[in-house]
Nanobody, 122 residues
Framework: QVQLVESGGGSVQAGGSRRLSCAAS????????MGWFRQAPGKEREYVAA????????AYADSVKGRFTISRDNDKKTVYLQMNSLKPEDTAIYYC???????????????WGQGTQVTVSS
């Protein structure tokens, strides 16, 4: 069982930055691939970014490539999402996900956090 708790959401103006954190309560964090998804009002949840077990490989959705950076600190059992050059269309609830595996996972996740709201105003 994995428990995930996101933090760092809030309101920001367009062009600004925000860093999200996701703390995991799990015995062996390095066994898990991690990722970030988001869900805007009236839309389905969509993939944002993913990272492998040691942070050596990352992947991004085209919509955030070059603006967002995913990273992890295995000692702290935490994954981060640094969001720069934010746009109003980035407004959504951001969810952290985890699944067993050492590679990049962009689809199925087994565990989810409760989400954190990010609102970008123009």
């Amino acid at each position: 069982q994995v428990q995930l708790v996101e933090s760092g959401g809030g309101s920001v103006q367009a062009g600004g930055s925000r860093r999200l954190s996701c703390a995991a309560s799990v015995r062996t964090f390095t066994r898990y691939a991690m990722g970030w998804f988001r869900q805007a009002p009236g839309k389905e949840r969509e993939y944002v970014a993913a990272i492998n077990w040691n942070g050596g490989s990352t992947a991004y959705a085209d919509s955030v490539k070059g603006r967002f950076t995913i990273s992890r600190d295995n000692d702290k059992k935490t994954v981060y999402l640094q969001m720069n050059s934010l746009k109003p269309e980035d407004t959504a609830i951001y969810y952290c996900g985890s699944t067993l595996g050492i590679g990049i996972v962009t689809t199925r996740y087994d565990y989810w956090g409760q989400g954190t709201q990010v609102t970008v105003s123009s």
